[in-house]
């Protein structure tokens, strides 16, 4: 599986950010797509996932209310909508998917073993 994230950039705190994510390859419509990120000198911290077989979305304590995952009726875009965004969103933000549930992701990122390349997105104070 093949991920290509876009979206990224810089916004004032408060503002909005949309992430998307495509997934291709084999099975990649089948496939859980979540999002974590990772700051400098940080770990990573899994940001919200959404499952395949039920649409059951999850969020990080940090982002719930402000962020929303959705994905297109061909399942294999995962966007990541960024509301009320704060300085301590700032990070680089990748995509995952994986054929593991998104329990597993959001308890450890690493659980997933496809991610594509980061995008950076900087909130300013």
């Known amino acids: 599986v093949q991920l290509q994230a876009s979206g990224g950039g810089l916004v004032q705190s408060g503002g909005s950010l949309r992430l998307s994510c495509v997934a291709s390859g084999r099975a990649a419509s089948r496939y859980a797509m979540g999002w974590f990120r990772q700051a400098p000198g940080m770990e990573r911290e899994g940001v919200s996932c959404l499952n395949n077989n039920d649409d059951s979305a999850y969020y990080a304590d940090s982002v719930k209310g402000r962020f929303t995952i959705s994905r297109d009726n061909a399942k294999t875009t995962v966007t990541l909508h960024m509301n009320n965004l704060k300085p301590e969103d700032t990070a680089v933000y990748y995509c995952?998917?994986?054929?593991?549930?998104?329990?597993?992701?959001?308890?450890?990122?690493?659980?997933?073993?496809?991610w594509g390349q980061g995008t950076q997105v900087t909130v300013s104070s």
């Open positions: 995952a998917t994986d054929r593991l549930q998104c329990g597993w992701f959001m308890r450890d990122p690493y659980n997933y073993d496809h």
